[in-house]
């Protein structure tokens, strides 16, 4: 049987989350929204007037086998992270002792993020690094729209 709880302190944590979305939708900024939370890999999303920047928390995992993607103002970022325990993690193997798994939190598998970036991003210019365990995804902003003084004559 299926069993969940929630705590007094749970359910502050969703009033925050409410909160924190309802002033996003009213604080007049450009949107970014990313599809859900407590998704693998863990994202903070950020922006300045010069650019919005990603990080996806991802230890482990080869670069190579991460695909990032922009089209139409959507960023993607797809990959697969290897299983840790034996394919039938209740069963033997060859030479191996039985092993029963009763509790599993690291993610494995097949994963997929995807983050709805603002109008005004140059997506010629993006540039993706790794490194330790840290993916960094810089979007530059197109360079008219940023914000510039300009001087009273």
Do not use: K
Not at 7 to 18: A, C, I, S, V
Not at 26 to 52: K, Q
Not at 113 to 133: E, F, K, M, T
């Amino acid at each position: 049987m299926l069993y969940r709880s929630l705590f007094p302190h749970d359910l502050m944590n969703e009033f925050g989350r409410l909160q924190r979305d309802l002033q996003g939708a009213f604080d007049g900024s450009p949107a970014i929204r990313g599809a859900g939370r407590g998704g693998y890999p863990a994202l903070n999303v950020g922006a300045t007037p010069e650019a919005v920047e990603i990080l996806a928390f991802a230890p482990g995992l080869d670069p190579a086998t991460i695909e990032v993607n922009l089209e139409r103002g959507v960023l993607t970022l797809e990959g697969r992270r290897a299983a840790t325990l034996p394919a039938n993690a209740n069963g033997e193997r060859a030479g191996e002792t039985r092993q029963t798994v009763h509790l599993q939190e690291r993610f494995d598998g097949h994963f997929r993020r995807v983050v709805s970036l603002p109008d005004d991003i140059d997506a010629a210019a993006v540039q993706a690094a790794y490194r330790d365990g840290v993916l960094r995804i810089t979007v530059p902003r197109r360079g008219q729209t940023q914000p510039r003084r300009i001087p009273v004559l």
